[in-house]
């Protein structure tokens, strides 16, 4: 029905933590100050998504670092963005949010099919390193991976769940074993076929990442090349 609180209540019972999204929630849209404090002092809230997809919907770092200072002044609870669009020389993500999570996913493409994983891999090196680059080191970045197969009919997510799992359990390794997941469940969106709800193979992907052990890689970004007249971080 709605009522965070209820959820927050349910959560914990069920030994959970949430998040919770700020740009919705009616409450939260009204009076932002009343609401983070009816809810902050929660057992099971431990973080706030300030701005969904920032960049992808056109905040400016500016616009990023006012709502971080605002939710700064009301919170000490994690605060964090999801996002995966980049530009890899013009300054677009704040770095001032405490995490990151990089929302890259299996893609659509036209080539053979044998060719898709590498095309992925590319993607996902591409939006999770530049970001990275552009949010510093204080920041954890944090790969995203899609749980979830769309319709024949888009143009953009793949609609393979094999291309998907495979694709998805190399992405989540990047950050050391740390990795959150996209569960689209259909619901909101008719587009989407497949999801952990009905699907057996992103339910047993699930369960692997849920398993991964704890790993030590190390991820560096080195750019090179490139102008542009907008370059503002090089």
Known sequence: DGNVKDVLNNAMSAGLKVSLGIEQYPAAKADLSTWVKSVDNYPALWAYSVIDEPVSRGFTVADQDAKIATMRSLTKKTLFTVDWKNNAFEQKYSKNYDMVLVNSYSMKYTTDASTWFQEDLKKFRGDFGVIKSQVGTNVRVIPCVSMFSFTNTANFFSTNVDQIVKS????AKVSNGDYAAFVWDGEADNQITGSVRDT??????SVRLSKQPRLQFKTDVI?????NDVQTDW
């Open 200 to 205: 057996p193979k992103f339910q047993d992907l």
């Open 223 to 227: 750019k090179f090349g490139g102008f």
């Open 168 to 171: 998805s359990e190399y992405f």
